[in-house]
Antibody
Framework: QVQLVESGGGVVQPGTSVRLSCTVSGFTLALSPMHWVRQVPGKGLEWVAFMSNDGKIENHADSVRGRLIVSRDNSKSTLFLQMNSLRAEDTAFYYC???????????WGQGALVTVSS | SYVLTQPPSVSVAPGKTAKISCEGENIRRDSVHWYQQRPGQAPVQVIYSTTDRPSGISERFSGSKSGNTATLIITGVEAGDEADYYCQVSDGILALWFFGGGTKLTVL
């Protein structure tokens, strides 16, 4: 079955960097557009980043553009989120999400918690 | 930016019908998608393309749209339906995705 497993979360200091990984199985990553969506604990969902199946098209939310960067390695069935210059307001669960192909999200990972704190 | 407005909370008695609205200025032209998020869990898609139900989702879940308001309808509400529900749309031209603020469904 389809699985998305995030890793790389944890507690990090403000201004530092961390990279999240999302390893997928049960489908061919190279055929699927992918996203990152985040959720501050107790708050709503916020779309963060998108990358097309071939990696040629990407976009990021204004709130993270220039600091959080999506990438992918289809040969390793892995999506990444490089998180730089982290701020307290980046503290959230980060979900790796597959795009159904119609702009909706049909499969979600379990989420990785990133806590930015000194 | 695309603002989607949902009521913060909806309450319904077991066995009754719950309706959760999602209002946005361009919804009349866009597909709307819905997600259920139970406490401590990742979201699950319950409706896509405004009215379609993913495989494995109960027939009690349905979606509709009228003008600039989309509605998630849950018939025969059960205790297990208590969760947060989010609507979502996308702008395919600008490659941007948007969520509503979420609605907490309480089963009385």
């Amino acid at each position: 079955q389809v699985q998305l497993v995030e890793s790389g979360g944890g507690v990090v200091q403000p201004g530092t960097s961390v990279r999240l990984s999302c390893t997928v199985s049960g489908f061919t990553l190279a055929l699927s557009p992918m996203h990152w969506v985040r959720q501050v604990p107790g708050k709503g969902l916020e779309w963060v980043a998108f990358m097309s199946n071939d990696g040629k098209i990407e976009n990021h939310a204004d709130s993270v553009r220039g600091r959080l960067i999506v990438s992918r390695d289809n040969s390793k069935s892995t999506l990444f989120l490089q998180m730089n210059s982290l701020r307290a307001e980046d503290t959230a669960f980060y979900y790796c999400v597959r795009d159904r192909g119609d702009g909706s999200f049909d499969h979600w990972g379990q989420g990785a918690l990133v806590t930015v704190s000194s | 930016s695309y603002v989607l407005t949902q009521p913060p909370s909806v309450s319904v008695a077991p066995g009754k019908t719950a309706k959760i609205s999602c209002e946005g200025e361009n919804i009349r032209r866009d597909s709307v998608h819905w997600y259920q998020q139970r406490p401590g869990q990742a979201p699950v898609q319950v409706i896509y393309s405004t009215t379609d139900r993913p495989s494995g989702i109960s027939e009690r879940f349905s979606g509709s749209k009228s003008g600039n308001t989309a509605t998630l309808i849950i018939t025969g509400v059960e205790a297990g339906d208590e969760a947060d529900y989010y609507c979502q749309v996308s702008d395919g031209i600008l490659a941007l995705w948007f969520f509503g603020g979420g609605t907490k469904l309480t089963v009385l």
